[in-house]
């Protein structure tokens, strides 16, 4: 049973909540704010900043000076385009996991988990070469499968404890109806399973889209998504505080409005499907 | 509840998964390991034959080889300890009754959408810097004198911008733990006679123990191999070169293969003793 | 036609042996209950048949065709769940008519059964609606629903009625009967509850610890247990059983008799004892009695009314026809 709460108590809980809620999400405020200023009014105090006039210059200059759209492309078809090879990959694997366990089951997930635990500097070089001996650096599809492969243990953990909420049951009627195991997984678990997967997705959309090991490392111009159009701003230039802003909120909007838009499914893709 | 027909069915669809994974970690982990036992300098003369283990001793011999082990351990121990005391307290303030809670919530998770570049870049220049930057305006206007953080304590600078990367993973699964708490539990317990902080020790706590481990189980895994926020942000100097930032750079910026891949199998064995330590406790916990 | 064989069936989880070495025939159109306490195998037994598990060894023969092997898919087996297992994101229309569809049925024919059997089970007005809008009981007929659209050689009900309150259960059982009559169809049924099994079986299949304690009709059950587990299993109150010189005097180890086998009288009869709970439920009376010289407390029922009450002076009459007699390994000594 719910519990009337006194309206004072209520005020004091959302004063402190807000107030830590806008420390914590205050330098993306901030950066917001100084994106559109002009670069000589982003380095005043924050009262003169607050003050300045408004400008969209900084992400005109932004897009001129190194292509924002084809980067905004790479980093969308990277991080799409991996999680759904993952979802394909990942699926089968998690049915067989979640409706046929065996002793091995639980041994298998955490070794899929403990190969994220591999330090992915200790076989870039190898990596690298063989991206050089097979024409995949700087190439979207290379990348491509190395995104995919680095998420796909967090894909199958994940769908594994979706799948396991559905009962067993439910797939036994349908193989009592007369469905073949392609028409189980097509009919009845993936209609079911839709927000666990739909959560899959998000998350794994956006920890590709962050993901800067491997997108800094093989890539160089062609291919090279938001995480590495954003690297090229920390040599000495961008301490041009406007640009570097303007540069921060493009790389990290359309991520922040896909979460924001999305905010119950990714909460629950956020817990890793680990805690309910 | 499984038939022969469903069981070799299953062994089939798992196949491409454990494939693929299998030889992402193999392939790899065989190059590496043959790189280590050669002297390799492709920009200098190439693969100049077998060396045993030298690269091995001279890689544990170096004298950055143990600092960072520590530096690696230091910032793992450091965010997590952050993340998870900041976080039972922020999922504990959440929980409770407030006036736009949807809101605040939005707030809170929005540094997990920050990519790690643009996060390093934004903290290093845009908070820190000594000069321009908004914290140092802050305690010039309180009449301080403003502090380099990334030189000054460096450490701690990383971490903190680790940890504001890592907080709302770690306080969203916190919450989403305390909201299925059963509110007739916590009733029983008031009757009982137990306060809020008795409470809060024997019924809450408990109650996110499995929260919690999922919290460390994931964060270690990401955090061992943290680096993009030290690249941007110090480039491994004032201590806080991490073991992956030092692999790196042998690797990378001194274009010495054989002694980078001697560290990377250091580093693979130093997660998989942290590995091994935390499936055992994650093993169990994770089985309800 | 639904004849179903098994043949020297074995099942083992690990070392566990569930159901140990099992022979038993299915006629085609019977209605079979599987009866037994939870954890006798009933349920693995009719998982066995239905495919969705494996048998150790041994053969399941259906309609004279070894189906020891063949899927689930494709032994033409219908099956009621517990939990119903509905498809909860399609309509009942759709639950209906989803094993038409794998069965590759034409749209014209899928519609024209689905619409069938939504008549038969009155749930006509409830096609278009999800599985989560349904009460329990209309939930449970769309699980027939789907069941009899296929036309099946038999039908696998598992303890279909446990999720339903007491009131619906009842109904439902009736319904299920009267389907039984009208399709005519093999059903073999699952349940723990004794009186499921007398009321809608023409064979029952008492079931404990993954043996076949007995088989046979209903009343064969009731008036002839072969052993003191089927005695004690069928039949409500329980039979009364009574160890000790009364059971010597007839030469038998343990004997037993039904509470509604025994007269009561407040001046004369063989066994003198003091009532301890009366159950006063209009048309009968349970009384518990406890007598001297008997070590059991013995239950007793009396048609209705007989204004007993706590702590009054009774004695009891068994009806010497009626009682069973068991040696010393507890089976039945004709």
């Known amino acids: 049973m719910a519990r009337m709460v006194s309206t004072r108590r209520k005020t004091i809980n959302t004063v402190l909540a807000w107030g830590v809620g806008l420390i914590i999400f205050f330098p993306i405020l901030w950066i917001t704010v100084l994106s559109f200023k002009s670069e000589g009014d982003a380095i005043r105090t924050p009262i003169e900043v607050l003050t300045a006039p408004w400008t969209l210059e900084s992400y005109a200059t932004v897009q001129e000076r190194s292509n924002y759209l084809k980067h905004f492309w790479n980093s969308v078809i990277l991080s799409v385009g991996s999680t759904f090879l993952g979802l394909l990959v990942a699926v089968p694997a998690a049915w067989s ?126 291919a090279a998504p938001l995480t590495a159009f954003i690297a090229s701003y920390s040599s000495p230039e961008g301490l041009f505080y406007a640009k570097l802003s303007a540069a921060s909120v493009m790389a990290i909007a359309p991520i922040l409005i896909l979460g924001w838009f999305s905010q119950k499914q990714l909460v629950r893709g956020l817990t890793f499907g680990a805690v309910k | 509840m499984a038939t022969r027909h469903s069981r070799s069915a299953a062994r089939l669809m798992m196949a491409p998964a454990v494939v693929l994974l299998l030889g992402w970690m193999l392939v790899p982990l065989v190059m590496t390991l043959w790189f280590s036992f050669r002297k390799y300098l492709p920009l200098r003369g190439g693969d100049l034959g077998w060396v045993g283990f030298d690269n091995y001793a001279s890689f544990i011999r170096s004298s950055a080889f143990w600092p960072s082990v520590q530096v690696t351990l230091t910032l793992v121990v450091g965010v997590l300890a952050i993340t998870l005391v900041v976080g039972v307290l922020l999922a504990l303030l959440l929980d409770q009754p407030m006036w736009g809670q949807g809101i605040v919530r939005i707030l809170v998770i929005a540094p997990f959408f920050v990519m790690p570049t643009v996060s390093a870049l934004v903290w290093k220049n845009i908070m820190m810097d000594p000069n321009n930057g908004f914290l140092g305006h802050l305690w010039r206007a309180v009449g301080l004198q403003p502090i380099d953080w990334l030189s000054q304590a460096s450490m701690g600078s990383i971490i903190l911008i680790v940890s504001w990367e890592w907080l709302p993973f770690a306080t969203l699964i916190l919450l989403t733990a305390l909201q299925s708490l059963d509110s007739e539990q916590m009733e029983a317990a008031e009757m009982d006679g137990a306060g809020p902080l008795a409470r809060f020790g024997f019924i809450t706590l408990p109650h996110l123990g499995r929260a919690i481990t999922v919290v460390i189980l994931i964060q270690t895994i990401f955090l061992l191999s943290i680096f993009a926020e030290i690249f941007v942000t110090t480039g491994g100097a004032f201590g806080t070169r991490t073991l992956t930032y030092l692999i790196y750079q042998r690797v990378l910026e001194s274009q010495n293969v054989g002694l980078g891949s001697a560290g990377g199998v250091y580093a693979i064995i130093l997660a998989n003793i942290v590995a091994i330590f935390l499936m055992r406790i994650v093993g169990k916990n994770l089985d309800a | 036609m639904g004849q179903i064989l098994l043949e020297k069936v074995v099942k083992r989880f690990g070392d566990v042996e569930v159901i140990p070495p099992l022979d038993l025939t299915i006629e085609d159109g019977e209605f079979v209950v599987f009866v037994g306490p939870s954890g006798c195998g009933k349920s693995t037994l009719l998982r066995l048949i239905a495919g969705l598990e494996d048998v150790t060894s041994g053969r399941i023969v259906i309609d004279g065709k070894d189906a020891t092997n063949i899927p689930p898919a494709k032994r033409s087996l219908a099956m009621v769940f517990q939990s119903y297992a509905l498809y909860p994101h399609m309509s009942v229309r759709k639950n209906i008519a989803f094993p038409l569809r794998m069965a590759g049925f034409d749209k014209a024919e899928i519609d024209r059964r689905v619409a069938a059997a939504a008549d038969v089970l009155n749930l006509t007005p409830y096609l278009d609606r999800r599985p989560g809008q349904l009460s329990g009981g209309q939930r449970q007929r769309v699980a027939i629903g789907r069941a009899i659209v296929r036309e099946p050689a038999a039908f696998l009900f598992d303890e279909p009625l446990s999720n339903l309150d007491a009131a619906l259960r009842v109904g439902m059982r009736l319904e299920i009967s009267e389907l039984h009559n009208r399709l005519k169809t093999t059903m073999i049924y699952v349940t723990h509850d004794q009186v499921e099994a007398m009321t809608m079986a023409d064979k029952i299949v008492v079931l404990h610890a993954g043996r076949i304690e007995q088989v046979g009709s209903p009343l064969e059950l009731y008036s002839r247990p072969r052993n003191l587990f089927v005695a004690g299993f069928i039949g409500s109150p329980n039979m009364n059983f009574i160890t000790g010189p009364e059971a010597d005097k007839l030469n038998a180890a343990t004997i037993g008799v039904r509470p509604e086998h025994i007269q009561v009288s407040t001046t004369e009869g063989r066994w003198k004892g003091t009532v301890g709970v009366a159950e006063h439920l209009g048309s009968d009376t349970f009384l518990h009695v406890h007598a001297t010289g008997l070590a059991e407390t013995i239950t007793v029922r009396a048609s209705g009314e007989v204004g007993l009450r706590h702590g009054d002076t009774v004695w009891l009459t068994p009806e010497d026809d009626k009682i069973h007699r068991f040696d010393s390994n507890g089976l039945r000594i004709e």
Not at chain 1, 163 to 178: N, T, V, Y
Not at chain 1, 193 to 210: D, E, F, K, R
């Open chain 1, 97 to 222: 996991m979640a409706f046929v366990p065996s002793k091995r089951t639980k041994d298998i997930l955490m070794w899929m988990l403990s190969t994220k635990m591999l330090p992915a500097v200790g076989v870039l070089y190898p990596i690298y070469l063989l991206f050089i001996r097979m024409g995949l650096l700087d190439s979207r599809l290379g990348l491509t499968i190395v995104l995919m492969l680095i998420n796909l243990p967090i894909i199958v953990w994940m769908l594994y404890t979706y799948f396991r909420e559905i009962p067993g049951e439910i797939l036994e009627a349908a193989r009592m109806d007369g469905a073949g195991l392609r028409e189980e997984i097509l009919y009845v678990l993936t209609p079911m399973a839709v927000p666990g997967i739909a959560s899959t997705v998000l998350l794994n959309v956006i920890l590709a889209w962050n993901e800067a090991f491997w997108t800094l490392n093989l890539t160089a111009a062609t």
